[in-house]
């Protein structure tokens, strides 16, 4: 697997871009590009000479790849190494990376916020306007996060055929053009 085409060498370096802009590790992205469309499961050795990235480098990316849930290690017949695979299904690995962030990043988000609401409550120092606009804030994070949840556990067929309706739902709330 050391040779790529063009297009795979774009997408690889594209996705490695967009990892970037996502706060994810460059070289973490393209393992994970390199994975998604590779069709065989690969082993470290091969994912660093693909991709010419120091075995270290490709060790630490794969450990977060799997702390993220979006790439899992597999066993070859016959080859004692261990081998890697990317999640087949783009939903799938769509709603493990928002979990994921919601659990890094909303959750911790909203505790902060509440917990500086209390404090708002009891501290002369902090105005009215401040506790109402971290009031706002945290609304709109609870609204969101349960929004979230209920959406979280829908067929992928449900799902797909909710994101297709996009403006037919404006239609139906009697909003937008």
Known sequence: MNKLSPVEQKFILHWGEMGTKWGINRTVAQIHALLYITPKPLNAEEISDTLAVARSNVSNSLKELQGWRIVKLVHVMGDKRDHFEALPDVWETFRIVLDERKKREIDPTLAV?????????????????????????????????????????????????????????????????
């Open 113 to 177: 916020l509440r917990e500086c609401i209390a404090k708002a409550k009891e501290d002369s120092a902090t105005g009215k306007y401040t506790e109402q606009r971290l009031r706002d804030l945290a609304g709109f994070f609870e609204t969101t996060n349960e929004w979230y949840e209920q959406i979280r556990s829908w067929p992928t067929s449900a799902l797909t055929k909710f994101v297709k309706l996009g403006g037919k739902i404006q239609k139906l709330l009697g909003i937008g053009k």
